[in-house]
């Protein structure tokens, strides 16, 4: 209930991928397609698929680099899938290009069955599915009919609902499913910003030894590089990756401070607008509140409430103090 990913699906891909903060990845903001001289994930990033030593096979959408090549350079042994948004490579579900292991063409089968029967065919042991629906354009799946863009957009979902559940039909390994950013603030979410609306995203683990029910333990898209490490007894170097393999056994995780954020363009950091918590207390620079201490926000959490500076308590000063000095940058 208390997971964070970064406001925007590039920068969280790329942290997923390195287990790196968009800092040091250099992705803070969207890629946009056609823009071929933009900024890509450096290939000295080393990614979960290179630090695995078994075969990892990635589908669906890329959307951290402009090269063909580089799913596979990056140490995927397959990729097949859209390396930016639908309507960025082409119209959209139905007409789209598909990248298949360096390799680019035209596609038109609906893009949700494609992602979900090729990763079907695969034999890897750690498969990296990422979809993208419900992502615009909003279109019927194969079956819709509504006619209203919030009513396709519905029938998406249920309809990747259908191909998750077709997907996982046989399998009985270790799966976790989690969101690369907020919903659009047309859906009552907060795309794009770095409030809860925009950062904390469904966060789902299953699989053996896995204790059911919830828990409130900090835990960040970034952290999926080191538990994947820690769960086949590999090191790593990441400095902001840490497992939650301890979560998922049951115990207590080891994340004491969680940090999202965003800048733009790649890789300036200039203007970088971030947000880091507790248990307790949320700190922000990225917030329709202007206080008087350069501009930075608190909160009570896991509510996020507004503390205006005027109303600061002996504890909310020390929390204040406590998460500027947790800052990772």
């Known amino acids: 209930t208390r997971a964070w990913v970064c406001p925007a699906c590039s920068p969280t891909r790329a942290a997923i991928l390195t287990g790196l903060y968009p800092t040091r990845t250099g992705i803070g903001s969207v890629l946009k397609w056609g823009d071929k001289s933009g900024f890509s994930l450096g290939l000295e990033h080393t990614t979960f698929a290179e630090l695995l030593n078994e075969p990892v096979h990635a589908f669906g959408k890329w959307h951290v680099s402009y090269r063909h090549t580089d799913p596979n350079t990056q140490g995927f042994d397959h990729y097949a ?189 200039t203007d970088r607008k971030w947000a880091i918590c507790d248990q307790g207390y949320k700190l922000t620079n990225d917030s329709d509140f202007a206080s008087t201490q350069a501009k930075i926000s608190l909160f009570s959490m896991p509510d996020e409430k507004y503390i205006p500076a005027k109303n600061y308590t002996k504890q909310d000063r020390e929390a204040r103090a406590r998460l500027l000095a947790n800052l990772p940058f």
């Open 81 to 269: 899938g859209s390396l930016f948004n639908l309507n960025g490579t082409g119209k959209g579900y139905y007409d789209w290009l598909q990248t298949v292991d360096g390799v680019t063409s035209k596609q038109t089968t609906y893009a949700t069955t494609a992602t979900t029967d090729f990763a079907l065919n695969s034999n890897a042991g750690v498969r990296f599915v990422a979809y993208h629906a419900a992502h615009k354009p909003a279109e019927n799946p194969p079956g819709g009919s509504a006619a209203s863009a919030a009513g396709k957009t519905i029938e998406m979902v249920e309809f990747l609902d259908q191909d998750i559940g077709r997907l996982l039909l046989n399998y009985y390994g270790y799966v976790i499913l989690l969101a690369d950013n907020g919903t659009e603030v047309a859906y009552g979410g907060g795309k794009g910003f770095l409030t809860e609306a925009g950062i904390r995203v469904p966060f789902i683990v299953h699989g053996p030894g896995v204790v059911a029910g919830e828990t409130d333990a900090l835990v960040n898209g970034v952290d999926i590089f080191a538990t994947l490490a820690q769960m086949r007894g590999i090191p790593h170097n990441s400095p902001d990756s840490i497992s939650f393999l301890s979560v998922m056994r049951g115990g207590n995780g080891l994340r004491h401070y969680n940090y999202s954020e965003a800048f733009a363009p790649n890789p300036v950091t």
